[in-house]
């Protein structure tokens, strides 16, 4: 079985064609669509997909839920999830595929273990916070920091739980500042994209960590895990079959 992975596709700018075939899985890890402006359009082209795939995976990435409520974002997911039988949506969730074993979800950050500075910086310097919305009870309020946390932690905590050494994990945000694009490397906003996760992966030693979010191509290996990321970006000439292979 064939494994390649993209994200950040940003669709929202212009579409893409992804070339595939039945022996292939395809990973996709976040920042696809913003569901509110154009989830007919994606649901057609999940369809499309899936029918040129042995299996689509897909984790969400931010943008996913812009201008609409997080939840409702996510109960659509997951009803495309029911509906397309070889589509997998992993939201703090797993999958196997002919006995591979996937699992993961967006991730987000834990703003460098909660430091208030980063914090401060994520909420006044990145969009998220002026486009998504969150329940906090029954009312849909603006994403706060603490609620990224509380998403990260969701998603850390299931993980732990059920990560092996024969597992691919599949998130949006970095496990590590080594997949770094050099540009962000003094940039206060560097721990919204990031989290310090290398003492857990040489712990866990899954099999891969694929991720999406920085906009930066990468690969490499913290001990035995191979993680990488391929991504497309803000592309606005329909560059299409932009996707890479897994190399374990």
């Known amino acids: 079985m064939k494994i390649v992975h993209v ?9 893409c064609d992804l070339v595939g ?7 996709i890890a976040g920042d696809t669509y913003a569901v509110k402006k ?3 359009i994606l649901q057609t082209w999940l369809k499309d997909h899936c029918k040129r795939f042995k299996a689509l995976v897909w984790v969400d990435g931010n ?5 609409r409520p997080m939840c409702r974002v996510q109960n659509i997911m997951q009803q495309y999830n029911d509906e397309i039988e070889n589509f997998h949506y992993l939201n703090d969730s797993e999958v196997w595929i002919e006995g591979q074993h996937f699992l993961g ?5 834990n703003f460098n273990k909660g430091n208030p500075i980063a914090r401060n910086a994520a909420m006044y310097g990145m969009n998220d916070y002026k486009s998504i919305k969150i329940l906090h009870g029954d009312i849909a309020g603006r994403l706060r920091t603490g609620d990224v946390i509380e998403l990260f932690e969701s998603t850390y905590y299931f993980i732990q739980k059920h990560v092996t050494p024969e597992s691919i994990v599949v998130t949006h945000h970095a496990p590590s500042y080594k997949s770094g694009n050099p540009s962000f490397v003094d940039d206060e906003l560097q721990h919204c994209y990031y989290s310090d996760l290398e003492k857990e992966i040489l712990e866990w030693q899954p099999k891969a ?10 690969s490499y290996r913290i001990g035995k895990t191979q993680v990488a990321a391929y991504s497309r970006g803000y592309n606005r000439h329909g560059t299409n079959n932009m996707v890479k292979e897994l190399s374990i």
């Open 7 to 15: 994200a950040d596709l940003h669709m929202e700018f212009s579409m």
């Open 21 to 27: 075939n039945k022996e292939t899985v395809l990973v």
């Open 105 to 109: 979800g967006t991730l987000w950050t």
């Open 209 to 218: 960590w694929i991720h999406g979010h920085l906009h930066h191509n990468t």
């Open 38 to 40: 154009y989830g007919g």
């Open 63 to 67: 943008h996913e839920f812009y201008k």
